[in-house]
């Protein structure tokens, strides 16, 4: 086959598949925003698990790279680093996926149990919930930015992308930032407005999404994680021109 014809599910270009392209792993969603009496609210979204315990599960770490463990352990919330040391591998991934017997690498099993029984003393608890963030998701193949954010927006929060308004006349902002896996990650936001009336329902979906809220400027800043600096800035940045600037 020819490799032209191979076309990236990550940045969309032809010549390479996913797994060998060397461009940040890519996530496309919106920074969505409404009128409540006057005030500027932004959508957030709560992961159901935190970035962290999922790539301790998924084994997407070195048993032996104590600063990569260091990083992964620190985003876990209190809850979870909990139910790694009271609850057995099979029992958590089960829970993880919402399903009985889901299959999994022995691999993975091996290097939990090392962990939980050489390594507890970096199980200090600091997160009482898991990160707060903007829906977004991957693309499927041969899908276009735009496409991928809504279709993410729509399936995450529940909410037609009907309903959405995009904002034309502001760029996409990127979030670019490296993960506690030590792998490069790219975020591209869209940024929409919602009329409040449309924003009534929630109907998150339960199964990777734990919650989701319409917040201040302010509670945002409170809720996005010390360590988000990237997550910051962009609301911080979006919240500056919304209120000095003309948009539609």
């Not at 299959?103 to 199980?123: A, H, P, Q, S, V």
């Not at 509670?219 to 919304?242: A, F, T, V």
Request: a positive charge; charged letters at 30%.
């Amino acid at each position: 086959m020819d490799i032209q014809k191979y076309l990236c599910n990550n940045c969309g270009n032809y010549g390479h598949l996913f797994y060998n392209c060397r461009k940040p792993i890519t996530s496309f969603g919106f920074l969505c925003y409404r009128y409540n009496n006057n005030i500027i609210e932004y959508l957030l979204v709560q992961r159901k698990d935190s970035l962290g315990y999922v790539d301790f599960l998924r084994g997407k770490y070195n048993e032996k790279n104590l600063f990569q463990l260091k990083n992964i352990i620190k985003e876990m919330t209190k809850t979870e680093k909990e139910n790694i040391i009271n609850f057995s591998y099979t029992e958590l991934w089960d829970k993880l996926w919402n399903k009985i017997n889901e299959k999994y690498d022995t691999k993975n099993e091996e290097k939990f149990n090392y962990i939980k029984n050489n390594k507890m003393d970096l199980f200090n608890v600091i997160w009482d919930e898991p990160e707060w963030g903007f829906p977004k998701g991957r693309r499927n193949y041969k899908e276009k930015d735009l496409e991928c954010a809504l279709r993410e927006f729509e399936e995450e929060t529940g909410y037609s992308k009907k309903n959405i308004l995009l904002i034309k006349n502001l760029n996409s902002y990127d979030e670019i930032f490296t993960g506690s896996n030590l792998k490069s990650y790219k975020h591209k936001y869209f940024i929409a407005k919602m009329k409040y009336e449309d924003t009534q329902e929630l109907k998150f979906q339960k199964s990777e999404i734990g919650n989701m809220e319409w917040m201040s400027y302010e509670k945002c800043l409170e809720k996005i994680r010390d360590y988000n600096i990237e997550k910051k800035e962009l609301i911080i940045s979006l919240n500056e021109l919304l209120i000095t600037s003309i948009i539609y």
